[in-house]
């Protein structure tokens, strides 16, 4: 097991904190890897060496045994029942040699904490790479087959595509917030694995019905509570093989859009999106150029307040009375508007296929203002 200098430097600069003396990390070899006199960092002490060789604490004396060592002791630091690593504090022995025992086990828990974060970045890159790769349509099949065999994941078992976003759209710290709240809650699921982006969160998950959708909002109040920001989720379809992946995660950032469009609560199936599974199949450039056909050259104020108008008169199921009395207009002032939309868009609000045209274009420029 080879220290990284920068967590053998923190290690040394935390032990010397709690015992102040001043304190070296050895590796195996006997050379300095990080110090708290950094001048001594990349030379190597015999003692140090002696203490790895015979697992033992060596003790550095008057004895003249090792030429040139400040007196101090040297304790091996064991990992997994090997020596890893010494570390030494220099002093005299009648004030250091008691603290012995205390550095050796602070260096060991140091470490095996240190290692265990390294372990759990790995797997997190491992994963993200994972999924990185899963959400494609076309990917490299065998790298796909090598990371699930090392993270043992089984295609086999059935998983729905979970995408969540912030509603500010704010960037995530992916590392330092998101992945230990997810990392919490989710290495006790077997079977469902994770990603996270600075955009998203992306989970597969082996559930279905309530119990998919209590995980779902489980997650959601987990970060929520934690990150203080409001997340909306949508929920694909099952997946049943590695290639089906890419279109669960698909439906589900669909679903997470409209839901992020419509308002209506913060988690969303894709198969209960209605007419939200028409909208979002559209591609933004047709989507554009349907509007742009029914709507022409008028000003987005002109179509802002022809909406206004739309929508009052929609949501009154055409009644005249009712959507001037919400409007607080003349009714003869509504008809007035209703025929000015009309005559500027050649679509008639109050002909059912006009009217089906004009609520879909209304819907579509909306939508593609919070794409």
Not at 205 to 223: C, P, Q, W, Y
Not at 261 to 283: L, W
Not at 298 to 316: G, P, T
Request: aromatic content about 10%; overall charge negative; hydrophobic content about 40%.
């Amino acid at each position: 097991m080879n220290l990284d200098p920068k967590i053998a430097k923190s290690i040394v600069t935390s032990l010397k904190d709690v015992v102040n003396h001043e304190i070296n990390l050895f590796d195996t070899t006997g050379r300095v890897v990080a110090s708290t006199d950094a001048s001594r960092v990349g030379t190597t002490h015999d003692a140090a060496r002696l203490a790895a060789k015979t697992s033992q604490t060596v003790a550095v004396d008057d004895s003249d045994q090792f030429k040139g060592a400040k007196h101090g002791i040297n304790v091996p630091v064991l990992f997994n029942g090997a020596v890893v690593a010494v570390v030494g504090m220099t002093g005299e022995l009648d004030e250091v040699s008691s603290f012995g025992t205390i550095i050796g086990r602070m260096t060991e828990i140091l470490i095996r904490e240190n290692h265990d974060q390294v372990v759990r970045f790995d797997a997190m890159e491992r994963f993200s790479n994972l999924v990185n790769l899963l959400v494609l349509k076309h990917h490299d099949h065998s790298l796909v087959d090598y990371l699930a065999s090392v993270l043992n994941i089984d295609f086999s078992i059935p998983r729905k595509a979970v995408v969540g976003r912030r509603a500010d759209n704010e960037r995530m710290d992916k590392i330092g917030d998101v992945y230990p709240i997810l990392y919490a809650r989710l290495s006790q699921e077997p079977g469902c694995f994770f990603s996270t982006t600075e955009k998203e969160v992306r989970i597969f998950a082996n559930r279905e019905g309530s119990k998919l959708s209590t995980f779902v909002r489980n997650i959601h109040k987990d970060l929520e509570n934690h990150l203080d920001a409001e997340f909306y989720f949508g929920v694909g379809d099952t997946a049943m093989s590695e290639e089906e992946y890419w279109r669960s995660y698909e439906r589900a950032s669909r679903a997470l859009s409209w839901s992020l469009f419509k308002h209506e609560g913060n988690v969303r199936f894709f198969e209960s999106m209605d007419e939200g599974i028409v909208f979002t199949a559209i591609p933004k450039d047709e989507s554009a150029s349907f509007v742009n056909h029914v709507f022409g050259d008028l000003s987005d104020k002109e179509i802002d307040d022809f909406q206004v108008v739309f929508d009052s008169y929609a949501r009154h199921n055409g009644s005249i009375t009712h959507s001037a009395d919400e409007l607080f207009l003349h009714k003869n002032t509504l008809q007035n508007r209703l025929n000015k939309i009309a005559r500027m868009t050649g679509y008639n609000p109050r002909d059912l296929s006009d009217y089906a045209v004009l609520s879909m274009a209304f819907k579509l420029r909306s939508y593609l203002r919070q794409r």
